[in-house]
């Protein structure tokens, strides 16, 4: 069948999800697949900075940092699908992690969702939550989360 | 049964011990799982491809999973492992007062040829596309754990699943069969999620964090 696939691929800076990444390459990956690498820009530095509340240009600094670096990253992204001949686009859309990951799956019309996952313990997903979790119960289309062989004191 | 074309070979396993496998993150468990059937087709673990894993139940999720697969990334070389663990209840706990023996036999056979015809039903699909595999039936009250188990005996690469099961028992309530093996296989998991069911999120979400993946 040579029908195209939607395939939204959750990317940040992590080895987790490249792992991700690659795997889709290496197992799924279709040469008429459309893949949408998808960064939900999260502003830690700015979020959790003491200094926020005083100095307004220190705010904006930081700001104009995490732009620089969230764009740096986006071209990466770029670069990735070219050089893996990848036909697709790259996308950058803020909000709740998970709950953006579904609704550009359901935009993108995907058919699979690709996403890494930390192996986080039971306890840090709890206090943390989980994006691949929500992404799991909340797709409407089957996901494929990404775990790699890990050494068993890496838990 | 009825013998197609292509390699077809049936083994019963022995009944297995324990199984003395240790997760860290929870109180320690002690999963029995007690090998039922197998059946190999194809060259069997001959196969030169990717060793994949399928939990399939019967359920119209599995069934979607399955297909899912074989429609988007099943390879002709790969070797697919398909495992069932079949509710093998004792018939006791629900007929107490039943001492019947003979209504007791009838049950237990009953339920062991649906298991059967449960299995062939897979088997042939295998046959059918020339796949190489087999089909294995495991008993256990720990669906996940079965699964992992499982996953690590045959060496697969990666885990298909549905999101859900057949739900009709205590033991696995809606999900928690993927959200186990999601989190406690050290290799990608392939959750399907039957598009025919799209609105039956049956979690509340909780509150989530500013990670970007987890």
């Known amino acids: ?155 | 049964m009825a013998e197609k074309a292509g390699d077809s070979a049936v083994t019963s396993d022995k009944p297995e011990g324990k199984d003395g496998s240790h997760d860290h993150e929870h109180h320690h468990h002690h999963h029995h799982h007690r090998n039922l059937h197998a059946t190999q087709t194809g060259k069997g673990s001959e196969a030169p491809g990717r060793r994949v894993l399928i939990g399939v139940d019967g359920s119209e999720y599995s069934n979607y999973a399955l297909e899912w697969y074989l429609d988007h990334v099943w390879h002709h070389e790969d070797y697919v492992v398909l495992l069932n663990c079949p509710e093998v209840d004792d018939p006791m706990r629900h007929n107490a007062f039943q001492f019947d023996r003979e209504k007791l036999s009838t049950m237990m056979k009953e339920e062991q040829d649906e298991l059967h015809k449960l299995l062939e039903k897979y088997r042939d699909k295998l046959l059918t596309l020339g796949a190489h595999g087999k089909v294995r039936a495991v008993a256990t009250k720990h669906v996940g754990h079965a699964l992992v188990r499982v996953q690590e005996e045959e060496e697969a690469e990666f885990i298909v699943m549905g999101s859900r099961g057949k739900g009709t028992l205590r033991r696995t309530f809606m999900g928690s069969v993927s959200d186990y093996v999601v989190h406690h296989a050290h290799v990608p998991v392939l959750v399907c999620r039957n598009p025919a069911n799209a609105h039956g999120g049956k979690r509340t979400s909780k509150t989530h964090s500013h990670a970007a993946t987890s």
């Open chain 1, 1 to 155: 069948m040579a029908e195209t696939r939607n395939v939204v691929i959750a990317m940040d800076e992590s080895e987790f999800a490249n792992f991700g990444f690659e795997y889709y390459m290496n197992n799924v990956h279709k040469p008429n697949d459309h893949v949408v690498l998808l960064h939900v820009p999260e502003y830690h530095t700015v979020i959790q900075s003491p200094m926020v509340m005083t100095d307004v240009s220190v705010v904006t600094d930081l700001l104009q940092d995490e732009e620089k670096r969230i764009k740096a990253f986006l071209e990466q992204l770029g670069t990735k699908l070219k050089s893996h001949g990848i036909g697709g686009k790259v996308k950058s859309v803020g909000g709740n992690a998970g709950e953006v990951i579904c609704k550009v799956a359901n935009e993108e019309k995907a058919n699979l969702i690709v996403i890494g996952s930390r192996g986080m313990g039971t306890i840090r997903r709890t206090l943390l939550g989980s994006v691949s979790d929500y992404v799991m119960h909340h797709a409407h289309v089957p996901v494929l989360v990404c775990k790699r062989q890990e050494h068993p004191h890496h838990k």
